[in-house]
């Protein structure tokens, strides 16, 4: 009998991670490896947030803070809905907590019960799926195409709905595709959800921001789907603040208040000085982060002509995120310097132990075919690993 239970024996490990892990690993031991694998914005948080953090020490904040957050980071959060999104939310609906993980892992907690189906557009974000199998939810994957844009079409969405169906769970801009859904293309998934009103949808717009091609578009915008849907967002990508741990939701107020419940049993309220400079952060204009958005914009184009020259991989144009997901499934059943490939793990160890360059494998994220790359690196180191890349299967 394992000393360990069975839900954590189960439970995947964050390929995210393990490869950003595997990189930490090979660099102390002096190889010199880009690392492609995360989420992460190579920026240094803005000065005007960081100010406000060394504020709020000498202000003395240290205590415990209120488990769904404090008083004016929820009206912040109301006012940056309100602005960004056209989204009414009340405090009541806001629930603050450490990432925006979390409050995916509240959600999930809070609404699934043993053998409720959630429906996760493939590729999807890689904890998506261990998240609502820990809860003893179904996963219910629904594989998109490169040709489609990564999208989920209304068609499949009402193909994959069953009677065990509970929610479905999407991002836009997409973690790992780069997909960014339109407010007509949300509208036709909404119609198909109009037949099915019993399902919550989770909105993950972390990635909001950093998005390539006109006004981003909320599926709570639309006034038949604001009282089931869960808006998932928060301070890391936009912000280039991955280690506040901020995140947040906007939610019917049974779910807000379900979340706020279970959160206070697991970790209380989230980092009273970085709550304090996430109030500054939102209550200022979206427009003091756009010259990260501008330089992400030009990466993609940089990587993507540098990636269109190499055989064998097929890419599309992300319209936001800072992440490529090419097809590499040309490699599968090749041999490269005696390496035979098998799938996208073995390609992406690959390109690890080869190339120097770490990449995530898309089986992590649903999707078999793929790889996933991020770019949000400089791009000297982009154009290195991609010439690192090339070299290695030509």
């Known amino acids: 009998m394992s000393i360990l239970s069975d839900r954590v024996l189960n439970m995947s490990t964050s390929a995210t991670l393990a490869m950003a892990a595997k990189t930490r ?9 880009i690392g492609l694998s995360l989420g992460e914005p190579d920026f240094n948080t803005p000065d005007f947030i960081k100010n406000a953090a060394i504020d709020a ?8 803070t209120p488990v769904d957050g404090y008083i004016e980071l929820k009206e912040a959060i109301i006012t940056k809905f309100k602005r960004d999104n056209n989204l009414n939310y009340n405090k009541a609906q806001i629930v603050v907590s450490t990432g925006a993980k979390q409050s995916l892992a509240n959600v999930a907690a809070v609404m699934l019960n043993k053998g409720d ?22 996963p219910v994957e629904v594989k998109t195409s490169i040709e489609n844009d990564f999208k989920l079409t209304p068609q499949q969405l009402e193909a994959a709905i069953t009677p065990r169906t509970k929610m479905i769970w999407y991002s836009s801009p997409c973690n790992p595709s780069g997909s960014v859904y339109s407010k007509e293309e949300l509208r036709a998934i909404a119609d198909v959800l109009q037949n099915h009103p019993d399902i919550i949808v989770v909105s993950d717009e972390i990635y909001e921001h950093i998005n390539f091609v006109g006004d ?7 006034e038949d789907m604001f009282d089931r849907t869960i808006t998932v967002n928060g301070v890391s990508k936009a912000f280039a603040m991955t280690g506040w741990r901020i995140g947040y939701i906007g939610a019917p107020e049974t779910i807000a208040r379900a979340c706020n419940k279970m959160q206070g049993q ?8 970085a709550q304090r400079a996430v109030i500054t952060g939102l209550n200022e204009s979206p427009s003091r982060v756009q010259f990260m958005i501008d330089e992400f914009k030009v990466r993609r184009e940089l990587i993507l002509g540098l990636l269109n020259q190499i055989p064998g991989f097929k890419t599309n144009e992300p319209e936001g995120a800072f992440y490529v997901f090419p097809d590499v499934s040309h490699y599968y059943g090749k041999t490269l310097n005696g390496h035979l490939i098998n799938n996208a793990t073995d390609f992406s160890l690959y390109l690890l132990e080869h190339a120097h360059v770490a990449t995530v494998t898309g089986e992590a994220f649903g999707n078999p075919d793929c790889i996933r790359i991020s770019y949000a690196a400089s791009q000297e180191q982009i154009i290195e690993a991609i010439k690192r890349i090339k070299a290695s299967v030509i």
Do not use: R
């Open 25 to 33: 690993e090979l660099k102390a031991e002096g190889i010199d490896i």
């Open 57 to 64: 020490i000498n202000e003395d904040y240290n205590s415990y």
């Open 117 to 138: 189906e959630v429906i996760l557009p493939c590729p999807y974000w890689v904890s998506y799926s261990d998240i609502v199998k820990l809860n003893e939810g179904v």
């Open 216 to 222: 981003h578009a909320s599926m709570a915008q639309f």
């Open 266 to 273: 697991i970790t209380s309220g989230a980092n009273c000085i």
